[in-house]
């Protein structure tokens, strides 16, 4: 054992011998060293499985055993964004503090009352818990914050890069800055990430103010040997005999998936579904177990928690047909292959989930990615000529291949969150001052591109009589309207996220899951759900409960989702694949083919950025990713031009009515202003937007999806 080991606590080192451990990892041993040494915050990265919780727990619990603290309270923090993943790393730490006394407390929506009551009525150890849970903490037991932390000394924040530039990311810091307030003293700040674009803006996420004093600790080496198909297909062809494209991508995987343990994200919901059920109809066909399950979060956590100890157990084959629940670090063990349908929107999350893959010593890691495109018309679309997704999907994996994923962007202004804060912090203080908020919120949280000014437009919105969120005492104190009280009240209020109302779905005691409040069916309607077929029996509005009966037809209910935002390097990337010759020597033949056909439509172009395809259409090739394209397009709206966006590709529409579009950008380009609102587009996007004023809504939109300091530069590169 190295010198580090020696350093633990006597309980911890049994605890690893026991594990039949012959050795620390040189992350494990190296953080050992910083947490133990110095006081310092830290960003810890490595690899899914590289060991991080161990590099961040083994010494922080040998400091609560050799030093406690002085006080009441829990003494370690854990916060973690999937309540999945909170249950999995309590079970982990659980073992691991097995014979210290140490009591492990996991605490979300899905723990029973009890265990939160006694940790209430003792609080000790470590908490795990999820940033809408310690949100509910603040509002409903306020007073008992500094009595429930006090001898806390240090919090860890695991899957960082997911969190870093999200509102639940704000909402975390926030929480942190308002739990460092009620405590008088600042706490060590530990974070846990398998992926990370930028070191540097996950420094500055931990610590803001000192965002150089945040040390970093890497796994370095170990990567393991990396295997990569893309297979295209084509949907929509003449023959009416033909199979669909995606029987025929579920009948690719059952062949090669069948008889081990995977995991193949689908995307959205529906597809996860819509997956999830070929392929149990391929099973029964064939006369086999069934060993591809639907993984997702409207699933019942019965049904989660079935598929998750199927995977990690091992014995017996599963794929899990998944949304991103399974694309962080929840311990499913090692899979033999990730599957991705459909082009992924972010490298980062590519390379997250391929981290499931190759864990084991010896053993490649192993991706397969499948892109349908439709078929070739020949009367179609020039930007559907291009074979974007398929081009996507090469550009993510060469990117992958070279070690590049996206860095966080800069922070945004965030204002439905700050609204969520202010009435978070009011119902927590049962009150509190226009100044105090600032202060706590902006110059010292999370809102640190909200100035004064800015903060008094929120406060008015938010006041006004007709919205009644807040509203003032004779004594200047602020406090929560009717409407505000309402609001904080509900369950739904903890989330920055929305949280539309759903229903239960039950067959017979089963409980299957939950469907949006807008999925709402009629008796007799069929649908499928947790990968298979049902009918409804019953409508129980008043309890929310759908009675489902099972059937041998159904469709998949319509559930949210929205793309991400694609970064500026990944479409340069995908142009660049287009001018090339060179094929990627994963892709399988009919891939090459598709590729093939995109770059003879690109060929066609001649290199021109501005495309016309005919007197009042064109193409403008703006290379640029979505927020880039995505103000180009609002500026065209504003005159007239009807817009449809791709990956760096505008069609764009004129009409009689607007301007010529040389002369528009081109004057754009030399300085002439644009009001990218002026056509009225949708800016309530988040929770608490339908509160903010539209200036509000037009500031806060432009500080995050559009870039209007980049618009003249991109329409020079046009019209050049």
């Given at each position: 054992?190295?010198?580090?080991?020696?350093?633990?606590?006597?309980?911890?080192?049994?605890?690893?011998?026991?594990?039949?451990?012959?050795?620390?990892?040189?992350?494990?041993?190296?953080?050992?060293?910083?947490?133990?040494?110095?006081?310092?915050?830290?960003?810890?990265?490595?690899?899914?499985?590289?060991?991080?919780?161990?590099?961040?727990?083994?010494?922080?619990?040998?400091?609560?055993?050799?030093?406690?603290?002085?006080?009441?309270?829990?003494?370690?923090?854990?916060?973690?964004?999937?309540?999945?993943?909170?249950?999995?790393?309590?079970?982990?730490?659980?073992?691991?503090?097995?014979?210290?006394?140490?009591?492990?407390?996991?605490?979300?929506?899905?723990?029973?009352?009890?265990?939160?009551?006694?940790?209430?009525?003792?609080?000790?150890?470590?908490?795990?818990?999820?940033?809408?849970?310690?949100?509910?903490?603040?509002?409903?037991?306020?007073?008992?914050?500094?009595?429930?932390?006090?001898?806390?000394?240090?919090?860890?924040?695991?899957?960082?890069?997911?969190?870093?530039?999200?509102?639940?990311?704000?909402?975390?810091?926030?929480?942190?800055?308002?739990?460092?307030?009620?405590?008088?003293?600042?706490?060590?700040?530990?974070?846990?990430?398998?992926?990370?674009?930028?070191?540097?803006?996950?420094?500055?996420?931990?610590?803001?103010?000192?965002?150089?004093?945040?040390?970093?600790?890497?796994?370095?080496?170990?990567?393991?040997?990396?295997?990569?198909?893309?297979?295209?297909?084509?949907?929509?062809?003449?023959?009416?005999?033909e199979p669909a494209a995606a029987d025929l991508v579920a009948g690719h995987l059952f062949q090669k998936l069948r008889g081990s343990s995977n995991l193949v994200f689908a995307g959205s919901?529906?597809?996860?579904?819509?997956?999830?059920?070929?392929?149990?109809?391929?099973?029964?066909?064939?006369?086999?177990?069934?060993?591809?399950?639907?993984?997702?979060?409207?699933?019942?956590?019965?049904?989660?928690?079935?598929?998750?100890?199927?995977?990690?157990?091992?014995?017996?084959?599963?794929?899990?047909?998944?949304?991103?629940?399974?694309?962080?670090?929840?311990?499913?063990?090692?899979?033999?292959?990730?599957?991705?349908?459909?082009?992924?929107?972010?490298?980062?999350?590519?390379?997250?989930?391929?981290?499931?893959?190759?864990?084991?010593?010896?053993?490649?890691?192993?991706?397969?990615?499948?892109?349908?495109?439709?078929?070739?018309?020949?009367?179609?679309?020039?930007?559907?000529?291009?074979?974007?997704?398929?081009?996507?999907?090469?550009?993510?994996?060469?990117?992958?291949?070279?070690?590049?994923?996206?860095?966080?962007?800069?922070?945004?202004?965030?204002?439905?969150?700050?609204?969520?804060?202010?009435?978070?912090?009011?119902?927590?203080?049962?009150?509190?001052?226009?100044?105090?908020?600032?202060?706590?919120?902006?110059?010292?949280?999370?809102?640190?591109?909200?100035?004064?000014?800015?903060?008094?437009?929120?406060?008015?919105?938010?006041?006004?009589?007709?919205?009644?969120?807040?509203?003032?005492?004779?004594?200047?104190?602020?406090?929560?309207?009717?409407?505000?009280?309402?609001?904080?009240?509900?369950?739904?209020?903890?989330?920055?996220?929305?949280?539309?109302?759903?229903?239960?779905?039950?067959?017979?005691?089963?409980?299957?899951?939950?469907?949006?409040?807008?999925?709402?069916?009629?008796?007799?309607?069929?649908?499928?759900?947790?990968?298979?077929?049902?009918?409804?029996?019953?409508?129980?509005?008043?309890?929310?409960?759908?009675?489902?009966?099972?059937?041998?037809?159904?469709?998949?209910?319509?559930?949210d989702s929205s793309p991400g935002l694609i970064h500026d390097r990944v479409i340069q990337r995908m142009f660049h694949i287009l001018g090339d010759r060179t094929v990627p020597v994963y892709?399988?033949?009919?891939?090459?083919?598709?590729?093939?056909?995109?770059?003879?439509?690109?060929?066609?172009?001649?290199?021109?950025?501005?495309?016309?395809?005919?007197?009042?259409?064109?193409?403008?090739?703006?290379?640029?990713?979505?927020?880039?394209?995505?103000?180009?397009?609002?500026?065209?709206?504003?005159?007239?031009?009807?817009?449809?966006?791709?990956?760096?590709?505008?069609?764009?529409?004129?009409?009689?009515?607007?301007?010529?579009?040389?002369?528009?950008?081109?004057?754009?380009?030399?300085?002439?202003?644009?009001?990218?609102?002026?056509?009225?587009?949708?800016?309530?996007?988040?929770?608490?937007?339908?509160?903010?004023?539209?200036?509000?809504?037009?500031?806060?939109?432009?500080?995050?999806?559009?870039?209007?300091?980049?618009?003249?530069?991109?329409?020079?590169?046009?019209?050049?």
């Open positions: 054992m190295t010198p580090a080991f020696y350093r633990l606590s006597r309980p911890l080192q049994k605890w690893i011998r026991a594990q039949g451990w012959t050795g620390l990892r040189p992350l494990q041993a190296e953080a050992i060293g910083a947490i133990m040494d110095g006081t310092a915050d830290l960003v810890v990265t490595a690899s899914t499985a590289g060991g991080k919780t161990e590099a961040a727990f083994l010494p922080l619990i040998s400091q609560v055993l050799d030093d406690p603290q002085a006080g009441a309270g829990f003494d370690l923090l854990y916060l973690g964004p999937l309540k999945a993943l909170i249950t999995d790393q309590a079970r982990r730490l659980d073992g691991m503090c097995h014979e210290t006394g140490l009591p492990v407390v996991p605490w979300h929506g899905d723990i029973a009352g009890g265990i939160k009551t006694r940790a209430l009525k003792n609080p000790r150890g470590i908490l795990l818990i999820t940033p809408e849970s310690l949100e509910a903490l603040f509002i409903r037991r306020g007073n008992e914050i500094p009595g429930l932390f006090g001898a806390l000394r240090a919090v860890v924040i695991d899957e960082l890069h997911s969190v870093l530039d999200s509102e639940r990311g704000v909402q975390m810091r926030s929480l942190l800055n308002r739990t460092e307030s009620r405590l008088g003293r600042p706490l060590r700040r530990i974070g846990l990430s398998a992926t990370l674009g930028d070191i540097g803006l996950a420094c500055a996420y931990l610590r803001p103010d000192d965002p150089d004093a945040v040390g970093h600790i890497a796994a370095t080496g170990g990567g393991s040997e990396l295997r990569v198909q893309l297979r295209g297909y084509v949907a929509g062809g003449p023959d009416p005999d919901r529906e597809r996860v579904e819509i997956y999830a059920d070929k392929l149990r109809q391929l099973c029964d066909a064939a006369g086999l177990p069934q060993e591809f399950h639907a993984h997702h979060a409207s699933l019942s956590r019965e049904h989660r928690d079935f598929v998750e100890r199927r995977l990690k157990d091992g014995r017996l084959p599963a794929t899990a047909i998944c949304t991103s629940t399974l694309e962080l670090g929840i311990d499913i063990g090692d899979v033999t292959c990730v599957a991705q349908i459909g082009a992924p929107f972010s490298v980062a999350s590519l390379r997250q989930r391929l981290g499931r893959s190759g864990r084991r010593a010896g053993q490649p890691a192993t991706l397969r990615q499948y892109v349908i495109e439709a078929w070739p018309r020949p009367d179609a679309n020039l930007a559907d000529r291009l074979r974007l997704d398929l081009v996507r999907a090469v550009a993510m994996i060469d990117l992958l291949i070279e070690g590049w994923c996206e860095p966080p962007a800069p922070q945004a202004l965030h204002l439905s969150t700050l609204v969520h804060q202010i009435l978070s912090v009011i119902a927590e203080r049962g009150g509190a001052t226009a100044a105090g908020l600032h202060r706590l919120l902006c110059r010292e949280g999370p809102f640190r591109s909200v100035d004064a000014a800015l903060f008094q437009q929120v406060l008015r919105a938010i006041g006004h009589r007709d919205t009644g969120l807040i509203e003032q005492a004779d004594n200047g104190i602020l406090l929560l309207g009717r409407r505000g009280e309402k609001l904080v009240e509900h369950y739904s209020f903890y989330a920055v996220f929305q949280t539309p109302e759903e229903y239960s779905l039950q067959n017979g005691a089963e409980k299957l899951g939950t469907l949006p409040v807008h999925n709402i069916l009629a008796p007799g309607s069929l649908l499928i759900f947790s990968g298979r077929r049902w009918q409804v029996r019953e409508i129980h509005a008043e309890a929310r409960v759908i009675v489902v009966d099972p059937a041998k037809a159904g469709v998949v209910p319509d559930f892709l399988e033949p009919l891939a090459a083919a598709l590729l093939e056909q995109a770059r003879s439509s690109y060929s066609a172009l001649g290199g021109e950025r501005i495309h016309e395809l005919s007197p009042r259409a064109f193409l403008l090739m703006t290379r640029r990713g979505t927020v880039a394209s995505t103000t180009l397009a609002l500026a065209l709206q504003s005159v007239g031009f009807r817009v449809q966006l791709y990956d760096g590709v505008l069609e764009v529409l004129a009409t009689d009515a607007t301007p010529d579009l040389r002369a528009f950008l081109t004057g754009i380009a030399r300085g002439a202003s644009v009001d990218l609102f002026a056509h009225d587009p949708p800016l309530c996007f988040e929770k608490f937007h339908p509160f903010l004023t539209r200036p509000l809504l037009e500031q806060d939109a432009s500080s995050s999806r559009v870039d209007l300091a980049a618009l003249a530069g991109l329409c020079k590169e046009l019209t050049d």
